[in-house]
């Protein structure tokens, strides 16, 4: 899936923020769920997109993990770029390494979409209001309001984590794809 949206993504208009369609999302979901072999090169980009995000949607917790809400949420209220960049880190050093991984993945992927943002129409703040509700949710559901909030809170952070991914996650996060 991540390699697909790496090589389609950054050349696609809209990418995550236009939905696959709903019946193929659902069918190919129940297969790729039952084990079954599935080849996504023959779908939408977008049904891919959609099947990404809900991937996300259903890790227990969240990528980002509903454990460390508060302290994600509070990291962007904290000093300079330089200091924030540093708690982010040190935050990232607190997740399973499996969601390490595939966090570096996902913002390669994000790189590769916002650095031609001119051609899909996909900045970083795009990028976040589209992906940031799959990546971390409040662990107890709240009032509306608050949600709205806590919405804006996270997806500025992952604006955040796109534009400096690089010096985040490390510059080798632009080849982790190789040569597609």
């Not at 703040?125 to 409040?138: D, E, G, R, V």
């Not at 996270?154 to 010096?167: A, D, G, P, W």
Request: glycine share 6%.
């Amino acid at each position: 899936m991540l390699s697909l949206l790496y090589q389609e993504g950054p050349s696609t208009e809209g990418i995550f923020r236009r939905s696959g369609s709903a019946k193929t999302c659902k069918e190919l979901k129940e297969k790729l769920d039952s084990g079954a072999e599935v080849d996504l090169a023959c779908e939408s980009i977008f049904v891919t997109a959609s099947l990404f995000k809900d991937f996300l949607r259903n890790i227990p917790g969240g990528i980002l993990s509903s454990q460390l809400c508060d302290k994600w949420i509070s990291v962007m209220d904290q000093g300079n770029n330089e200091e924030k960049i540093k708690n982010i880190q040190r935050l990232i050093e607190q997740l399973p390494r499996a969601n390490v991984v595939l966090l570096r993945y996902i913002f390669g992927v994000l790189h590769g979409i916002e650095v031609r943002s001119e051609e899909n129409q996909m900045n970083a703040f795009n990028l976040a209001i589209c992906i940031a509700p799959s990546l971390l949710w409040p662990p107890v559901s709240s009032a509306p309001d608050t949600e709205s909030e806590f919405t804006k809170k996270i997806s500025s952070l992952v604006q955040f984590l796109t534009e400096n991914c690089c010096r985040i996650f490390g510059e080798e996060i632009t080849s982790l794809f190789g040569e597609i």
